[in-house]
């Protein structure tokens, strides 16, 4: 059995010729492209990774700032009730002294 030129037609159309191979390699990425991009991809995470390393710095010394003054506001806020406290105790004292004040004026008057 011979190949005969309509056979040699027929696997022209179906197989890829050398000019089909070199139309591809314009489209898609060859092995060496990869490797350049595998190597632009590492330099990529690897300033990924730094300015996600500052960014946690960043946020952790929000938080330390943000811990620091929840705990001034704490302390502001006992303070306030303490005083409260303190100004609720001066305030019935005083009343219970203008109470006393005025039994004294009413008995020497």
Excluded: C, P, Y
């Amino acid at each position: 059995m011979a190949i005969t030129k309509k056979d040699v037609e027929t696997l022209k159309e179906v197989f890829a010729t050398k000019k089909d191979i070199e139309a591809l390699k314009e489209v898609f990425v060859t092995k060496i492209e990869f490797k350049g991009l595998e190597s632009k991809v590492d330099a990529l995470e690897s300033k990924f990774d730094k300015l996600e390393h500052k960014v946690d710095a960043g946020f952790d010394r929000l938080l330390t700032g943000q811990d620091k003054l929840m705990h001034e506001l704490e302390k502001a806020r006992e303070d306030r009730i303490f005083a409260f406290a303190k100004d609720k105790e001066q305030d019935l004292r005083l009343d219970n002294m203008d109470v006393r004040i005025k039994k004294l004026e009413t008995v020497q008057a």
